[in-house]
């Protein structure tokens, strides 16, 4: 993945693309500070998983910080912000819909043999184990509660 950010930044500069270049710039800054991070406490550098994780957290800043500009009115920094969530969402695997999700949760709590809400963090351990990266685990804890409990 490493590879597929550098790739992407000497294109961003040889066309001359301002807004990705700064927003891949930003990105591999904090995949360094991720692996300066896990030095620090003897592991490993980052892992792909680590980094779509990372990337995904990106976003979530990068979607607060638009909504706060839009309240204030300042949509050019929402407008920033968009645009950087939009190159950092280009790194990103397909998300899973809705539906999807609902599937993938069904097959998960059959696979673990979840039986009620006690059984709820076998069942998001195994989502985030088969789909980092293509789901919100947010969203998807609510369904999966929901899921349990009917």
Known sequence: MREQFT???KEAMKAGD???LGAIRLIQAAIKDKDIEARG?????ATNDEILALLQKMIKQRQESATIYRENSRPELAANEEGEIAVI???LPKQLDEAE????IAAAIAETGAAGMKD???????LRERFA???DFGKASGLVKA???A
Request: glycine share 10%; charged share 20%; hydrophobic share 45%.
């Open 133 to 135: 990266g293509q789901m």
């Open 101 to 104: 999700t609902k599937a993938a």
């Open 147 to 149: 899921a349990l409990s």
């Open 7 to 9: 790739t992407a930044l």
């Open 89 to 91: 969402q280009s790194f």
């Open 41 to 45: 406490a003897g592991k490993e550098a």
């Open 18 to 20: 301002k807004p990705r």
């Open 120 to 126: 709820m963090g076998k069942v998001i351990a195994h």
